[in-house]
Nanobody
Framework: QVHLVESGGGLVQAGGSLRLSCAAS????????ISWYRQAPGKQRELVAV???????NYADSVKGRFTISRDNAKNTVYLQMNSLKPEDTAVYIC?????????WGQGTQVTVSS
């Protein structure tokens, strides 16, 4: 079982930065693929960034060069550094952990970017 808790969201002006954290319980965390998704009002949930257990990363085209995903297995935490934020980045950001066909979700943290 994995329990995920996101933090770090808030209100920021366009061009600003935020760092989101996804803290996890459970010993399998370091073996799991961790993803950040986001969901804006009236839109489908969108995959933003992924990091494997080995540290390989992948990003949505809309955030490449602006967002960086990283993990600290000693702290059971994954981070999403978001720079050069745009109003269209406004959404609830949700952490996901996938391990052996099991998928776990956090509750999400709100990010609002003002123009």
């Amino acid at each position: 079982q994995v329990h995920l808790v996101e933090s770090g969201g808030g209100l920021v002006q366009a061009g600003g930065s935020l760092r989101l954290s996804c803290a996890a319980s459970g010993s399998i965390f370091r073996l799991a693929v961790i993803s950040w998704y986001r969901q804006a009002p009236g839109k489908q949930r969108e995959l933003v960034a992924v990091i494997t257990s080995g540290g390989s990363t992948n990003y949505a085209d809309s955030v490449k060069g602006r967002f960086t995903i990283s993990r600290d297995n000693a702290k059971n935490t994954v981070y999403l550094q978001m720079n050069s934020l745009k109003p269209e980045d406004t959404a609830v950001y949700i952490c996901n952990a996938d391990y052996r066909y099991q998928s776990y979700w956090g509750q999400g943290t709100q990010v609002t970017v003002s123009s």
